[in-house]
Nanobody, 123 residues
Framework: QLQLVESGGRLVQAGGSLRLSCVAS????????MGWFRQAPGKDNEFLGA????????YYADSVKGRFTISRDNAKNTVYLQMNNLKREDTAVYYC????????????????WGQGTQVSVSS
C-alpha cells in the first residue's frame, strides 16, 4: 500500500549539514505517521524521530534533539530529515518508515520501510 525511497545520503565532514528525503508512493500519505531510523555497522536499529500525518507534531530521540529536524510535505508525499552539526558517530544507514499511528513508529514496529541511504561523516 505504500512504498518508500530514501535519498540524499553522502560523505560529509564533521560539523556539516545534510538533508535526507523520503518519497512515498501510494495513496493517503497524510494518514501515515512517518519516522526516521538509522543503523550503524554492527549496531541495532536506532529510532531518531517521527511525525504525525499532518506534520504538526514531532517527537525526537534525546540523542539527536536539537540537531535533527523532521518535516513533511504531504503535497509531495515526502518527509525530510534535516541533520546539522554532524558527528562521526552519525555515520550509519538511514531509513524512513511509515505506520498508521505514531506509537508504532516510536516503538519500531512500523508497517513500511525504505531501502536506506548511507550517511558517512569524516573527522
Amino acid at each position: 500500500q505504500l512504498q518508500l525511497v530514501e535519498s540524499g545520503g553522502r560523505l560529509v565532514q564533521a560539523g556539516g549539514s545534510l538533508r535526507l528525503s523520503c518519497v512515498a508512493s501510494g495513496r493517503a500519505f497524510s494518514s501515515y505517521a512517518m519516522g526516521w531510523f538509522r543503523q550503524a555497522p554492527g549496531k541495532d536499529n536506532e529510532f531518531l524521530g517521527a511525525t504525525i500525518g499532518s506534520g504538526s507534531s514531532t517527537y525526537y530521540a534525546d540523542s539527536v534533539k536539537g540537531r535533527f529536524t523532521i518535516s513533511r510535505d504531504n503535497a509531495k508525499n515526502t518527509v525530510y530529515l534535516q541533520m546539522n552539526n554532524l558527528k562521526r558517530e552519525d555515520t550509519a544507514v538511514y531509513y524512513c518508515a511509515a505506520a498508521r499511528n505514531l506509537h508504532s513508529v516510536v516503538v519500531n514496529t512500523t508497517d513500511y520501510w525504505g531501502q536506506g541511504t548511507q550517511v558517512s561523516v569524516s573527522s
